[in-house]
């Protein structure tokens, strides 16, 4: 989709990846996994966030919590921290981050997917979203939906980005988590044909006519 976006290549995406094959240059075959029944689909940006933390280990062995906020139609990873503790006070903060960068107040509440964990369900949290238009909910508790989109982002950021290299300490953690969002951010994303997470998030779409205009020609 990078190739027909950039309009380096004008073919059929199918084509492409066929002769990618052929001459030896595919990409390593990842197994993709099903959909779970019930996970959120979002319409637009900023009508599902999915939150959650997960933890990596640096060689001066210290374990430190990584937290991810992402949009669910877009994928865009809207807000990140890297700390030495998981708290209320944290989650609360990085809630604020991501609010304050809306470009305008939404009109319907943001359904905002969490887990069980206690940073999440506390009273710092509640008192942040109280005023604002966010609405709460624990995954497989309030909804039946999982919250398997962050729990996969996670996994993405560790064995794509944060896993390839050493990491000495919390400082080079914060600055390749920084590096690590900022590439999957403008990288091209096959659920919105090649457009990067940042470009669907920003509104943009995917012209199909265009497409398969030049396809024809």
């Known amino acids: 989709w990078y190739l027909v976006n950039t309009k380096q290549v004008t073919a059929n995406v199918g084509t492409i990846t066929r002769y990618a094959k052929l001459l030896g240059i595919a990409e390593r075959k990842r197994v993709k996994k099903h959909r779970r029944r019930g996970s959120a689909v979002a319409t637009r940006p900023n009508q599902i966030w999915h939150l ?43 809630l604020r981050k991501a609010y304050a960068t809306l470009r305008r107040i939404p009109t319907e509440p943001i359904e905002l997917i969490v887990d069980g964990g206690a940073e999440n369900n506390n009273a710092d949290v509640e008192h942040l979203i109280e005023p604002l238009p966010l609405k709460k909910l624990i995954a497989q508790v309030d909804i039946v939906c999982s919250n398997s989109m962050i729990e996969a982002m996670n996994k993405i950021l560790k064995y794509q980005y944060l896993f390839q290299k050493p990491i000495p300490d919390a400082a080079h953690l914060e600055k390749s988590v920084e590096e690590a969002v900022e590439d999957f951010n403008n990288r091209p994303n096959g659920k919105h044909f090649g457009l990067t997470p940042n470009e669907a998030y920003a509104g943009k779409v995917f012209d199909k006519s265009a497409y398969h205009e030049r396809i024809i020609d």
């Open 52 to 94: 959650d933390v997960t933890f990596v280990r640096t060689l001066d062995n210290v374990k430190a919590a990584v937290q991810l906020l992402q949009d669910n139609y877009s994928r865009k990873i809207i807000a990140w921290s890297v700390s030495l503790t998981v708290s209320g006070l944290n989650t609360a903060e990085l």
